[in-house]
């Protein structure tokens, strides 16, 4: 069965710095979107980044663009999401999600395979 492991996250000061990664086992690292989503108390699961494997479509969220970067490592099946210049508004529980065909939706149902879930704190 696919599974989805994150790692990173944590607490960091306004304007610092985190790297999440999200690693996709028992399933081919070819042919699927892998997004990240951000949930915070109150709203909804939000999409703020995807990106193809072994492809481009790479898409991010007004809210961090130029602050944060997906990237990805076939040869370790996995994704990072590199987050610069964090701000308190950046709070909260980060999801790795993969969609399993050549496109990525926007939202949350689209996604069939959900990592644990990590939480990031930035405190002003």
């Known amino acids: 069965q696919a599974q989805l492991v994150e790692t990173g996250g944590g607490s960091v000061q306004a304007g610092g710095s985190l790297r999440l990664s999200c690693a996709l086992s028992?399933?081919?690292?070819?042919?699927?979107?892998m997004a990240w989503f951000r949930q915070t108390p109150g709203k909804e699961r939000e999409r703020i980044t995807s990106?193809?494997?072994?492809?481009?479509?790479?898409v991010y969220a007004d809210s961090v663009k130029g602050r944060f970067i997906i990237s990805q490592d076939e040869a370790k099946n996995a994704v990072y999401l590199q987050m610069d210049r964090l701000q308190p508004e950046d709070t909260g529980m980060y999801y790795c999600?993969?969609?399993?065909?050549?496109?990525?939706?926007?939202?949350?149902?689209?996604?069939?395979?959900w990592g644990q879930g990590t939480q990031v704190t930035v405190f002003s």
């Open positions: 990106t193809l494997t072994r492809g481009a479509s790479t």
């Open positions: 028992r399933y081919p690292f070819v042919r699927v979107c």
């Open positions: 999600a993969v969609q399993f065909d050549r496109s990525c939706g926007m939202g949350p149902d689209s996604y069939r395979l």
